[in-house]
């Protein structure tokens, strides 16, 4: 073969190595959600790393129900009642959003037809994107007054009030990804069912929810991760008091809205700020298993 | 043809039931939401005027307009918008085009759903580590912006991955055999076609961005500042920081006042959010393959 002829197939001309330029340069960008969740981890940890190894009494932060960090003498860092407070916020949260998105997911993808089902699609998509400090807006000014009008309580600001609003906003978000779930169900799986005679809840009951059991249980997850990191609607609609409740006529105080609340008062470097900053390793972590369960869980029934 | 049977009537009458059933949670979930927008429609709207959009607040807050606030939001989401939007785009191109499906792109998947997913304060704690600190930005737009910008990047990769996986893969094969490089097939057939997708994200992004408060409390927005931003290193206030601090923090707030920045809030992101919409809705309509 003439030697020629494979230095003309050389194509490593000007355009060759724009190519890899580009190639190099959407690879960073490729990486950089990853470069940007391991900067979060380092500088958040970087922060707060001085009250892990020096301050924190393991036993007392997680299990102390006393969140007193401004107190000069003794200053006690439990977040145990800050849990207390979330856990509940969320979970009221979930009561209301679970059966409500669920039973709306599959309205709008099992019934719904044409006109109306995008109409429904827009809505919830529109109602998802309400941003949180306008919900706590509404906690504090429409539900507050409401709720100490309709069940004669001195105050409405309450675990009651936050998790209403923090399961309207997660049920928009619910009802999309379980309405995405329900999708994902293969069309013959309905066609077989409806074959042998079976009518339409009796498919979606014996069919089409059974089958999208996965998507379903990550659409509940990926609620769970956003009520337990709602900030501004729990600051505001929750009364902010440190208290582990006994009812839902309680006022809490959540993990987030703690961090939202005192770091513009403490002092960089402080034991107070480094407390703060471990709290948001807390979060960090729990919500990155959430998430990541979530993901393991919704990939499960794709493979299956 | 065939006779009803009982049977046949009485699966009719749950169907019925089940339907009326789930139609009710869909209404159950929409309704209180649209009261309450209603409401904010009222009682914001009273309050909402061109002076007030247009005139700085006054006698600590109390009366006024939100232009400071408005504009620094603007600023806000502008910045933020410049870092994200390249670097979003980058990374769905190589997601989609470049990407092999093996654990490396999986990893990748993986930690843009937990960007998504981290709490808005946790990433307000990383802008106040990383950019007011450690990089020595100080409470300004730029660090406010970078926090905005990290936060809100799923979206844009999400939507941008989106339409590019729309152009189908013919498109790409004819390119490649005319000789072109992979570069030169992206640059000139696969984003020309999946430019009006990118920008419905990028507007889903504006957005999101808008109504964002924890993530600016820290790093760049302050309750109150008399002087207009005039670059990126000075602090702004913001228009959702502003509805919490005049409905929490400032007494002797008029009753109505902070329904006014509430309804220019919701009207902004609702709006940026429709526009985002019916524009998907267009396009879907008239692609032609």
Same mark, same amino acid.
């Given at each position: 073969?003439?030697?020629?002829?494979?230095?003309?197939?050389?194509?490593?001309?000007?355009?060759?190595?724009?190519?890899?330029?580009?190639?190099?340069?959407?690879?960073?960008g490729g @990486?950089s959600a990853?470069?940007?969740? =391991?900067?979060?981890?380092?500088?958040?940890?970087?922060?707060? @790393?001085?009250?892990?190894?020096?301050?924190?009494?393991?036993?007392?932060?997680?299990?102390?129900?006393?969140?007193?960090?401004?107190?000069?003498?003794?200053?006690?860092?439990?977040?145990?009642?800050?849990?207390?407070?979330?856990?509940?916020?969320?979970?009221?949260?979930?009561?209301?959003?679970?059966?409500?998105?669920?039973?709306?997911? =599959?309205?709008?993808?099992?019934?719904?037809?044409?006109?109306?089902?995008?109409?429904?699609?827009?809505?919830?998509?529109?109602?998802?994107?309400?941003?949180?400090?306008?919900?706590?807006?509404?906690?504090?000014?429409?539900?507050?007054?409401?709720?100490?009008?309709?069940?004669?309580?001195?105050?409405?600001?309450?675990?009651?009030?936050?998790?209403?609003?923090?399961?309207?906003?997660?049920?928009?978000?619910?009802?999309?990804?379980?309405?995405?779930?329900?999708?994902?169900?293969?069309?013959?799986?309905?066609?077989?069912?409806?074959?042998?005679?079976?009518?339409?809840?009796?498919?979606?009951?014996?069919?089409?929810?059974?089958?999208?059991?996965?998507?379903?249980?990550?659409?509940?997850?990926?609620?769970?991760?956003?009520?337990?990191?709602?900030?501004?609607?729990?600051?505001?609609?929750?009364?902010?008091?440190?208290?582990?409740?006994?009812?839902?006529?309680?006022?809490?105080?959540?993990?987030?809205?703690?961090?939202?609340?005192?770091?513009?008062?403490?002092?960089?470097?402080?034991?107070?700020?480094?407390?703060?900053?471990?709290?948001?390793?807390?979060?960090?972590?729990?919500?990155?298993?959430?998430?990541?369960?979530?993901?393991?869980?919704?990939?499960?029934?794709?493979?299956? | 043809? /065939?006779?009803?049977?009982?049977?046949? $009537?009485?699966? %009719? %009458?749950?169907?019925?039931?089940?339907?009326?059933? !789930?139609?009710?949670?869909?209404?159950?979930?929409?309704?209180?939401?649209?009261?309450?927008?209603?409401?904010?429609?009222? %009682?914001?709207?009273?309050?909402? &005027?061109?002076? !007030?959009?247009?005139?700085?607040?006054?006698?600590?807050?109390?009366?006024?307009?939100? /232009?400071?606030?408005?504009?620094?939001?603007?600023?806000?989401?502008?910045?933020? +918008?410049?870092?994200?939007?390249?670097i979003g785009i980058a990374a769905a191109i190589y997601l989609?085009?470049?990407?092999?499906?093996?654990?490396?792109?999986?990893?990748?998947?993986?930690?843009?759903?937990?960007?998504?997913?981290?709490?808005?304060?946790?990433? $307000?704690?990383?802008?106040?580590?990383?950019?007011?600190? !450690? !990089?020595?930005?100080?409470?300004?737009?730029?660090?406010? &912006?970078?926090?905005?910008?990290?936060?809100?990047?799923?979206?844009?990769i999400?939507?941008?991955?989106?339409?590019?996986?729309?152009?189908?893969?013919?498109?790409?094969?004819?390119?490649?055999?005319?000789?072109?490089?992979?570069?030169?097939?992206?640059?000139?057939?696969?984003?020309?076609?999946?430019?009006?997708?990118?920008?419905?994200?990028?507007?889903?992004?504006?957005?999101?961005?808008?109504?964002?408060?924890?993530?600016?409390?820290?790093?760049?927005?302050?309750?109150?500042?008399?002087? +207009?931003?005039?670059?990126? /290193?000075?602090?702004?206030?913001?228009? &959702?920081?502003?509805?919490?601090?005049? &409905?929490?923090?400032?007494?002797?707030?008029?009753?109505?006042?902070?329904?006014?920045?509430?309804?220019?809030?919701? $009207?902004?992101? +609702?709006?940026?959010?429709?526009?985002?919409?019916?524009?998907?809705?267009?396009?879907?309509? %008239?692609?032609?393959?």
């Amino acid at each position: 073969m003439d030697p020629n002829a494979a230095r003309d197939f050389d194509r490593r001309n000007l355009d060759w190595y724009i190519d890899k330029l580009v190639q190099i340069l959407v690879f960073l960008g490729g @990486i950089s959600a990853i470069i940007f969740i =391991i900067g979060i981890f380092v500088f958040i940890t970087k922060e707060g @790393i001085g009250f892990i190894l020096h301050t924190m009494d393991v036993k007392e932060f997680f299990l102390s129900p006393y969140w007193e960090p401004s107190d000069e003498d003794a200053p006690e860092y439990g977040i145990l009642a800050l849990v207390a407070g979330t856990a509940s916020v969320t979970g009221l949260a979930l009561v209301v959003a679970i059966p409500f998105s669920l039973g709306a997911a =599959i309205f709008v993808g099992e019934f719904a037809t044409g006109k109306t089902r995008e109409f429904l699609k827009v809505l919830v998509e529109l109602l998802a994107a309400i941003p949180s400090v306008v919900w706590g807006f509404i906690g504090l000014t429409i539900m507050n007054p409401l709720i100490i009008e309709i069940f004669n309580v001195p105050v409405g600001l309450t675990v009651l009030n936050a998790g209403i609003i923090l399961g309207l906003m997660t049920a928009p978000i619910m009802t999309s990804i379980a309405e995405d779930a329900l999708k994902a169900v293969p069309d013959r799986y309905r066609e077989a069912a409806e074959a042998m005679g079976a009518t339409r809840w009796q498919v979606i009951f014996k069919v089409v929810l059974p089958a999208a059991k996965n998507g379903l249980l990550g659409a509940v997850l990926l609620g769970v991760g956003r009520g337990f990191g709602e900030t501004m609607a729990v600051l505001m609609a929750t009364g902010h008091a440190v208290n582990i409740p006994t009812s839902v006529f309680d006022s809490v105080r959540a993990l987030t809205a703690t961090i939202a609340a005192e770091l513009g008062e403490t002092a960089v470097g402080s034991d107070h700020y480094q407390a703060l900053f471990t709290i948001g390793i807390f979060l960090f972590i729990i919500t990155f298993i959430i998430n990541l369960t979530a993901d393991l869980v919704v990939r499960g029934v794709r493979k299956g | 043809m /065939f006779a009803e049977t009982s049977l046949n $009537a009485r699966n %009719k %009458k749950v169907q019925g039931l089940f339907r009326m059933l !789930f139609m009710l949670m869909t209404a159950m979930l929409i309704l209180p939401v649209l009261i309450i927008l209603v409401t904010l429609l009222v %009682k914001g709207g009273s309050v909402l &005027s061109i002076d !007030f959009l247009f005139t700085a607040p006054t006698n600590g807050m109390t009366a006024g307009g939100i /232009f400071p606030a408005l504009l620094g939001t603007v600023w806000l989401v502008a910045v933020a +918008l410049l870092i994200s939007v390249p670097i979003g785009i980058a990374a769905a191109i190589y997601l989609n085009e470049y990407a092999g499906e093996n654990w490396f792109t999986r990893v990748i998947n993986l930690a843009i759903i937990n960007l998504a997913g981290v709490p808005s304060i946790v990433h $307000a704690l990383f802008g106040v580590g990383a950019f007011v600190i !450690f !990089f020595g930005f100080g409470t300004s737009i730029l660090a406010a &912006s970078l926090t905005l910008a990290i936060m809100t990047l799923p979206v844009v990769i999400v939507a941008t991955r989106e339409s590019l996986r729309a152009v189908p893969m013919a498109f790409r094969e004819a390119c490649w055999n005319m000789g072109a490089t992979r570069w030169q097939t992206i640059r000139r057939v696969v984003l020309p076609n999946a430019v009006s997708g990118i920008l419905t994200g990028v507007i889903l992004e504006v957005s999101r961005t808008t109504g964002e408060t924890a993530p600016i409390m820290f790093t760049g927005a302050v309750f109150f500042t008399p002087f +207009l931003p005039q670059g990126i /290193f000075d602090q702004t206030m913001a228009l &959702s920081l502003h509805l919490f601090v005049v &409905s929490t923090q400032v007494p002797g707030v008029p009753e109505d006042l902070p329904y006014g920045v509430a309804l220019v809030l919701i $009207a902004m992101v +609702l709006i940026m959010n429709s526009i985002s919409i019916a524009f998907r809705m267009y396009l879907r309509g %008239k692609k032609k393959w």
